[in-house]
């Protein structure tokens, strides 16, 4: 149990599976009570400003199977949600087409807190502005979702319902990210825009990978954008302009303009809607311009 005062947390018991299966059993049993503690780094600052008050809070410290970042035999990466963010920034098998990854999570607060922060709780959390999930979106990741009743999966673009939300049901939780290889010719990059860089939340974030034919045409594009929606959004028009053709500038300047008519973003505190729209299609060319820089080196 977890003592309480005017100047803490309220009080939760505190429960520590060793198991997936023990896990859900666990969330099947409190339901709505009970939150999950991962990294912790968003749960503890919930908790210690009594924005959440659960009954329990479950840790999934001592679950070892949630932990791996491995090669697939078809040349793509599983990851663990409790697989720390420290440990994907070096994994190189998050190379090539697959290393806007990494640099996803480059742009995640600092050292201290990717030291912390896990994958999975970056995901869990549902905040439209992580910086982690555009790429993975992205990359073509789909999540590995387990409960009582057995295993499911579906693309982590469908993971996120609404802001906080996720389509994790009572008694399942997240198990990992499957991300599928990466075409020959393919390249990708995250790009942040924010007031203090890597320390504060994205005002936009976009991820851009594209894949190349050999007539050096784009054979196939995938634009997420962070921050100026419920949740992450792919720019599926953008996406759609840029298929097939040769990619030329006037070509990326369109393409920028139509992923900002695709936004839809919201003034906050950080940055007004009309801003965040502007900074969609600036960030929109920058990323596809680098992106299919390093889709080129990577076929010549």
């Not at 090539?96 to 999975?120: D, E, K, P, Y």
């Not at 939780?173 to 994205?202: M, S, W």
């Not at 393409?255 to 929109?284: L, N």
């Amino acid at each position: 149990m977890i003592s309480s005062s005017p100047l803490a947390m309220t009080a939760f018991d505190y429960l520590q599976p060793a198991t997936v299966q023990e896990c859900a059993e666990m969330l099947a049993h409190y339901g709505s009570s009970a939150s999950v503690l991962a990294g912790g780094t968003d749960l503890v600052v919930q908790l210690q400003h009594r924005a959440m008050r659960p009954r329990v809070v479950i840790g999934l410290e001592r679950i070892v199977e949630l932990r791996y970042l491995e090669p697939d035999n078809d040349g793509g990466v599983s990851i663990g949600a409790m697989t720390l963010l420290r440990d994907v920034k070096e994994a190189s098998v998050l190379s090539n087409g697959l290393s806007l990854i990494r640099q996803g999570v480059t742009q995640v607060s600092c050292v201290q807190i990717r030291n912390m922060a896990t994958l999975g709780g970056n995901s869990c959390n549902a905040s439209p502005s992580a910086d982690t999930v555009p790429p993975l979106i992205a990359a073509g990741a789909t999540v590995r979702i387990v409960g009582r009743k057995g295993e499911r999966s579906l693309p982590l673009e469908d993971f996120f319902l609404a802001p906080g939300k996720t389509a994790l049901k009572v008694g399942e939780l997240l198990h990992g990210f499957a991300v599928p290889p990466p075409l020959p010719r393919t390249a990708g990059v995250y790009c942040k825009h924010a007031i203090r860089g890597p320390f504060d939340l994205a005002i936009v974030g976009i991820a851009a990978k594209v894949t190349l034919d050999e007539r050096d045409r784009v054979r196939s594009a995938r634009i997420v954008m962070a921050a100026v929606g419920p949740t992450p959004l792919r720019a599926r028009k953008a996406e759609v302009l840029l298929t097939g053709q040769v990619p030329t500038e006037a070509l990326i300047v369109e393409a920028g303009r139509t992923a900002a008519d695709e936004a839809r973003p919201i003034s906050d505190q950080r940055a007004s809607a009309e801003y965040r729209r502007s900074m969609v299609e600036v960030w929109t060319r920058s990323a596809l311009r680098n992106a299919l820089y390093d889709a080129r080196r990577a076929a010549a």
